[in-house]
């Protein structure tokens, strides 16, 4: 997700359909900003139907400021990403960072991900309500680092951006967006998904769990 989500697009999907995922493997990059490891695990794994498991990078991916800008150049952070998740196997990696994210072309990104992919990048940066004058919450951080999280794993299972406005696969360049479509994928979306990553609906078709990203009380 995030505005340069866009460039997602430029890797084909797999034509044999969405592979099948055991688990999710979670690596903090250069710490967090705004909420903590268990309370970020805690949230993907209440949106997700398959394990999250925390991995550690060893060595840490290389971290390489974008030119003429204070933020990581996203692209090369997850090239470096894909090539330590080879050895993964079947298991998406996740690189979760505090620091801000940029690509040359757009101000910044709260993610990045290919089509296809085996691995996506997500920074908490920009999703901690005080960066918009509001009260620190790190349980409110957690929950919008899973929907992003969420968004990036459905590009790497092949998924484009979605017209419903209230799936998590569409496009949202704010936070205020992304809190608007919140946290689940649309029947649509989640059929195409690899087996477990969208937890079952019940029969009115809502999905179970939690959905609306709003301020803790």
Do not use: N
């Amino acid at each position: 997700m995030g505005t340069g989500d866009p460039a997602a697009r430029d890797a084909s999907t797999d034509p044999g359909g969405p592979r099948p995922w055991s688990s999710i493997a979670l690596a903090v990059v250069d710490g967090l900003a705004g909420t903590g490891p268990d309370q970020l695990l805690a949230a993907l794994s209440a949106r997700s139907g398959l394990a999250c498991r925390p991995v550690t990078l060893a060595p840490p991916p290389l971290l390489e400021p974008l030119a003429g800008r204070p933020q990581l150049d996203a692209d090369k952070l997850l090239g470096r990403l894909e090539e330590a998740a080879r050895a993964l196997g079947q298991v998406p990696l996740v690189g979760v960072t505090g620091r801000d994210l940029g690509v040359p072309l757009f101000t910044f990104v709260f993610g990045r991900a290919r089509l296809g992919g085996a691995a996506a990048l997500v920074s908490t940066a920009r999703l901690r309500p005080e960066l918009y004058g509001q009260v620190a919450d790190p349980s409110l951080v957690a929950r919008r680092a899973a929907g992003e999280i969420l968004h990036e794993l459905g590009h790497l299972a092949g998924r484009i951006h979605c017209e419903d406005p209230r799936c998590v696969m569409h496009f949202a360049a704010s936070v205020e967006a992304a809190d608007l479509r919140g946290d689940r994928f649309c029947p649509s979306c989640a059929t195409a998904l690899p087996p477990g990553l969208a937890p079952a609906r019940d029969a009115a078709g809502e999905r179970l769990g939690p959905s609306p990203l709003r301020p803790s009380a």
